[in-house]
């Protein structure tokens, strides 16, 4: 079983940038997929960016593309999601997860796919106009 603990969130302008830190500890080799979420109230959970041990590919959500990076930093045994040029509809608690299979094998639906096998309690990322 992997501990996911995320933090970075907060309250930022439109346009303004925030770097997501996600923690990871206990059994962090076994997982095949390591990826973010957000939900905003009232809406369905949707993916945002996911990493596939297999291939080492990253995968983003369309609209986050050329705004939002993830990245891992093995070391620190920590995922990070770099976040700029927010925008309010941005605005989400966001939540790390991991997986037992490779999202990648899913290709552009891997986030309808995605059977996470622990889920950190999310940080607040709010956006104001």
């Known amino acids: 079983q992997v501990q996911l603990v995320e933090s970075g969130g907060g309250l930022v302008q439109a346009g303004g940038s925030l770097r997501l830190s996600c923690v990871t500890s206990g059994f962090t080799k076994g997982y095949r997929g390591i990826g973010w979420f957000r939900q905003a109230p009232g809406r369905r959970r949707e993916g945002v960016s996911c990493?596939?041990?297999?291939?080492?590919?990253?995968r983003y959500k369309d609209s986050v593309k050329g705004r939002f990076t993830m990245s891992k930093d093995d070391a620190k045994n920590t995922v990070y999601l770099e976040m700029t040029n927010l925008q309010p509809e941005d605005t989400a608690v966001y939540y790390c997860?991991?997986?037992?299979?490779?999202?990648?094998?899913?290709?552009?639906?891997?986030?309808?796919?995605?059977?996470?096998?622990?889920w950190g309690k999310g940080t607040q990322v709010t956006v104001s106009s």
């Open positions: 990493w596939s041990r297999n291939d080492g590919s990253i």
């Open positions: 997860s991991t997986a037992a299979h490779p999202p990648s094998v899913y290709g552009a639906n891997w986030d309808e796919m995605w059977q996470g096998t622990s």
